[in-house]
């Protein structure tokens, strides 16, 4: 079965540090991971896609992973600042049918504190 | 332009009541999305319109009602809807069904069903 699932569901940090936001998949067949933020009550934006043969993709402070053995991805936030409060979907896809189907993952909240 | 743009952004309906929610894209995508999403949850899918064919419902009850009059717009028709239909309703597009560049999704409507 598909699934996405993400660690931790919630995460509170004081403005200016870092985090790290993780996330394991089962996806066959697999095409894609992305991770996507959030804004309560906003559609996605997406932060980075990678295939498997990427390890891993900056998009300015956000820094993802991709472990295709492990089936593993993490999000590195650095220099963390208020706006980036939100919640950060991992999500898997999946090549099937002519269809590229996204499989999201429950997602981490994230609340920076000043 | 990589702009989804969705009305109304937020909408009231009784359950006699008949609306449409509206979708619009100008980056040229072959491919559009409904996806209904509940508080604290992720997104799920409902439609997907390719080359402006629907493709794939995702067994969505018939009181949701697609329509894509061209490949820049999507329509969702409302009919006797639920209190439990209340949700943030977004949409998406990306390039092709099969395509494994970026889902860009809308703001999102969200509608309350009294």
């Known amino acids: 079965k598909n699934q996405v699932e993400q660690s931790p569901q919630s995460l509170i940090i004081l403005e200016g540090k870092n985090c790290t936001l993780q996330?394991?998949?089962?996806?066959?067949?697999?095409?894609?991971l992305r991770w996507y933020k959030q804004d309560t009550g906003r559609g996605p934006v997406s932060l980075t896609i990678?295939?498997?043969?990427?390890n891993t993709k900056s998009n300015g402070r956000y820094t993802a992973t991709l472990d295709a053995d492990t089936k593993q991805s993490s999000l590195h936030i650095t220099a963390s600042q208020l706006s980036d409060s939100a919640s950060y979907i991992c999500?898997?896809?999946?090549?099937?049918?002519?269809?590229?189907?996204?499989?999201f993952g429950a997602g981490t909240r994230l609340a920076v504190h000043p | 332009d990589t702009e989804v743009t969705q009305t109304p952004k937020h909408l009231v309906m009784g359950m006699t009541n008949k609306k449409s929610l509206k979708c619009e894209q100008h980056?040229?995508?072959?491919?559009m999305y409904w996806y209904k999403q509940k508080a604290k949850k992720p997104p799920e899918l409902m439609f997907v319109?390719?080359?402006?064919?629907?493709?794939i419902n995702e067994s969505v009850p018939s009181r949701f009602s697609p329509e894509c009059p061209n490949s820049s717009l999507l329509n969702l028709h409302l009919h006797a809807l639920q209190p439990e239909d209340s949700a943030l309703y977004l949409c998406?597009?990306?390039?092709?069904?099969?395509?494994?560049?970026?889902?860009?999704f809308g703001p999102g409507t969200r509608l309350t069903v009294l």
């Open positions: 996330c394991n998949y089962t996806v066959s067949p697999f095409s894609n």
């Open positions: 980056m040229g995508h072959r491919a």
């Open positions: 319109y390719s080359y402006e064919k629907l493709s």
């Open positions: 999500v898997g896809s999946s090549l099937s049918g002519g269809y590229n189907k996204l499989i």
């Open positions: 998406a597009s990306s390039q092709t069904p099969s395509s494994t560049d970026t889902q860009y």
């Open positions: 990678m295939t498997f043969s990427e």
